[in-house]
């Protein structure tokens, strides 16, 4: 069995726009941002807020067929994910697998700030949308 995760890394947040919601991240609630940036495989741009030792991630769709834009489309803007902080996430979604939880990825993606990040269904985690996520 592998280690435990180690830590909420962060919370992701669907937004229609990051210019639109960040005021209200920075100014209204006073956090810290950390840096946008755009990744072009998940098709969003993110914003990173700092709160305590956790991130908020904010997640603009930067096209249509995204799955954010499809979130949003459906659920409308607001909590998407958890992410939680994982050590060798190759060995951990193997070992889920084998244990019956269905993912949304076979092997690991690049995700936002450098880290590699695979999904967990919805269907196998009550109905949370989890993300494994490695930072190097």
Do not use: W
């Amino acid at each position: 069995m592998n280690e435990a995760p180690h830590k909420v890394d962060h919370i992701g947040i669907a937004v229609k726009s990051l210019e639109e919601h960040l005021p209200f991240y920075t100014q209204v609630l006073g956090l810290k941002h950390l840096g946008t940036e755009h990744v072009e495989s998940q098709h969003v741009n993110v914003a990173f807020l700092q709160i305590g030792e956790t991130k908020l991630e904010l997640l603009e769709p930067t096209r249509s067929e995204s799955a954010i834009a499809a979130f949003i489309d459906k659920k409308g803007e607001g909590v998407h994910h958890v992410a939680i902080g994982v050590t060798d996430i190759s060995s951990r979604l193997q070992e889920l697998k084998e244990n019956g939880i269905r993912t949304l990825q076979d092997q690991p993606v690049p995700g936002a700030g450098g880290a590699e990040v695979a999904f967990l269904h919805p269907k196998s985690t009550g109905r949370v949308l989890y993300e494994l996520c490695e930072k190097k």
